[in-house]
């Protein structure tokens, strides 16, 4: 039978196509939610849901493999955003030994990066063209999402 390493390793090209795409997303304007978002992505969970999202488009043949990636990148930023809450809900100040985003910082923070995360992951979900609403929609979202909206008080 085959283990997970085994798929993980089968997996590395695609991955790290992933995780570069994650990181390139995920940059921002606001370099406090930068150094977030880089602290955080330094730490590699398992990514069981992308890889099971490529796998999927491997058996089912004749998929794009960039809508692949982009697939699997929203899947894993949504999350990642569920975990970045629930420490934030759990008040964990620890995640695999490593400090969570509100213990380093606070949980304002950490919801705004979780947030972030989330508006991401509906940003970079590519829809068809002609659904010019969802594109607005979404680019408010991410705007919003990264703390850089100019309109706050």
């Known amino acids: 039978m085959t283990d997970i390493h085994s798929i993980r390793h089968s997996l590395a090209p695609e991955l790290n196509k992933l995780n570069d795409l994650i990181a390139e997303r995920l940059r921002s304007s606001n370099p406090l939610i930068n150094d977030v978002i880089s602290r955080y992505l330094s730490q590699k969970g398992k990514q069981l849901r992308p890889m099971m999202v490529i796998l999927t488009a491997r058996i089912l043949g004749a998929c794009d493999p960039d809508r692949v990636i982009t ?4 899947i894993e930023m949504l999350h990642n955003a569920s975990l970045i809450h ?3 809900i759990d008040q964990s100040s620890t995640r695999h030994g490593m400090p969570t985003i ?3 910082w606070d949980n304002h923070i950490a919801v705004l990066v979780g ?8 940003h970079n979900d590519r ?8 594109s607005i929609a979404r680019k408010a979202t991410v705007d919003r999402g990264d703390g ?3 309109h706050r008080n």
Not at 71 to 74: E, K, N, Q, T, V
Not at 127 to 134: A, E, K, V, Y
């Open 127 to 134: 829809r068809p063209q002609g659904c010019q609403h969802h």
């Open 148 to 150: 850089s909206d100019k």
């Open 71 to 74: 697939s699997g990148a929203s």
């Open 102 to 104: 509100n213990a380093m």
């Open 86 to 88: 629930d420490d934030v």
């Open 115 to 122: 947030d972030y995360f989330v508006s991401t992951a509906l």
